[in-house]
């Protein structure tokens, strides 16, 4: 089955500017997360939907950042203004059931963002 | 509560064994176990869910230990191709994977 995809791979952008990032998870995979990962560190959840409904977003900060999954399938992310500490890989990743915690998640490439 | 993983670093002589550990300061639902090599997506490894049950995925294996609040990884007979870092994800009864902040294995020849 084909993968998470992921676009773009990389980005550079200068502070304040905006950045989207966008995601299509595996066919049929209900719930879709944002991770964000800084280097050497463990990636943190940004936003976690179901179908098209979120039901996690405690971690995003929302003044700069906003996702959306029309349709419940693929999904964007954006950020603006990016701030310097925004630099990061920004992993999407998908899980099939309703109870994904009981599932492995499949990770896209990411996309890694460098704010200058 | 993002959980602790130990060492933060290991290196490995090929054929060698390893273990990682998990611990968390809070009640454990499930432990997820993820491999990242450089530049690329972690990797899913295996699932343990509550009820202290052992897994083995080759020469990888899985412990869960609920009482203790902690999972440790086994690595046997390591090969070049176990570098990386790993991760272990913990989540609770309400979902939300957190992840440690990994554990860089090196093997060399």
């Known amino acids: 089955e084909a993968g998470v995809a992921q676009s773009p791979r990389y980005k550079i952008i200068e502070k304040r500017q905006s950045v989207a990032f966008w995601c299509n998870p595996i066919?049929?995979?209900?719930?879709l997360y944002w991770y964000q990962q800084i280097l050497g560190q463990g990636p943190k959840l940004l936003i976690q939907f179901q179908n098209n409904g979120v039901v996690d977003d405690s971690q995003l900060p929302k003044d700069r950042f906003s996702a959306e999954r029309l349709k419940g399938v693929d999904s964007t992310l954006k950020i603006q203004p990016a701030k310097l500490e925004d630099s990061a890989v920004y992993l999407c990743?998908?899980?099939?059931?309703?109870?994904?915690?009981?599932?492995?998640?499949?990770f896209g490439s990411g996309t890694r963002l460098t704010v200058v | 509560q993002q959980p602790v993983q130990s060492p933060q670093a290991v290196i490995l002589r090929e054929g060698e064994d390893a273990v990682i550990n998990c611990s968390s300061s809070k009640a454990l639902y499930s432990v997820h176990w993820y491999r990242q090599k450089h530049g690329e997506a972690p990797v899913f490894l295996m699932i343990?869910?509550?009820?202290?049950e052992q897994k083995g995925h080759e020469k990888i294996s899985a412990s869960f230990n609920e009482k203790k609040q902690q999972s440790s990884l086994y690595l046997t007979a390591s090969q070049l191709s176990y570098s990386g870092t790993y991760f272990c994800?913990?989540?609770?009864?309400?979902?939300?994977?957190?992840f440690g902040q990994g554990t860089r294995l090196t093997i060399n020849p």
């Open positions: 994800g913990t989540g609770g009864g309400a979902q939300k994977l957190v």
């Open positions: 343990l869910l509550k009820g202290g």
């Open positions: 990743a998908s899980s099939s059931l309703r109870s994904p915690i009981n599932y492995g998640y499949t």
């Open positions: 066919s049929g995979h209900a719930t």
